[in-house]
């Protein structure tokens, strides 16, 4: 099983460059997230979505949006790249009524 | 706001002893709580969860602790080994109806010096 494959792996970005984010989970969960994580600062949760063709904005939005038109999908897209979104992307999966949250290998990128 | 910390940032170990992380939350409606493990360059990884109905949750291997008085919650690992150097991150959340959000705390770096 894949689980959640999150595409690209590495990105380098110029200050004002749009680019998405890609995760797919091949388990049906319900609920899917967007987190950032940067050094000292853990885990901060992006956007989230519920359901399919359903989303809400987590702690940190600002500059971020998504989509989830497909339940196993759901896509990050930064719209005007700065440098203080360099950072590494997690994306993750939950089923409902299960704690147990499965993440993606991670997106680094880089915004110069 | 309130939010998910931790008592040690970084923690060293010998090989075999114990390894005992901690942990501090501040929601008091948080009724879950999870560890998860991230090893270098990986996603995080769930290790075990616990209620807030319970006190105290086994795994192999490492057992959590949860204290509702003091809001205070610790894995313990048992005999730890240099598979275990990871940074580990607690998390809180609030299940029920309209309740999808997991609060990570900041993380601690586990050494295991063999």
């Known amino acids: 099983n894949a689980g959640v494959t999150q595409t690209p792996k590495f990105r380098v970005l110029k200050t004002g460059q749009s680019m998405t984010l890609l995760c797919a989970q091949d388990m049906n969960h319900e609920y899917m997230y967007w987190y950032r994580q940067d050094p000292g600062m853990g885990l901060r949760l992006i956007h989230y979505s519920v359901g399919e063709g359903t989303t809400a904005k987590g702690e940190v939005p600002d500059g971020y949006n998504v989509s989830r038109l497909k339940k196993q999908n759901f896509l990050l897209g930064l719209e005007s790249a700065a440098p203080s979104q360099t950072s590494v992307y997690f994306c993750?999966?939950?089923?409902?009524?299960?704690?147990?949250?499965?993440f993606g290998q991670g997106t680094r990128l880089t915004v110069v | 706001g309130e939010s998910v910390g931790l008592h040690l940032p970084t923690l060293s170990v010998q090989e075999g002893d114990n390894s005992i992380i901690n942990c501090a939350y501040s929601?008091?409606?948080?009724?879950?709580f999870i560890w998860y493990k991230q090893e270098s360059g990986k996603g995080p990884q769930f290790i075990i969860d616990i209620r807030s109905n319970m006190d105290k949750r086994q795994g192999q291997r490492v057992t959590v602790l949860l204290n509702k008085t003091v809001k205070h919650l610790s894995l313990q690992i048992a005999a730890t080994q240099p598979g275990d150097s990871a940074v580990y991150f607690c998390?809180?959340?609030?299940?029920?109806?309209?309740?999808?959000?997991?609060?990570f705390g900041k993380g601690t770096k586990l050494s295991v010096i063999p």
């Open positions: 929601n008091s409606a948080s009724d879950y």
């Open positions: 993750a999966s939950r089923n409902r009524g299960y704690t147990e949250a499965f």
């Open positions: 998390a809180e959340g609030i299940s029920g109806a309209g309740s999808y959000q997991l609060t």
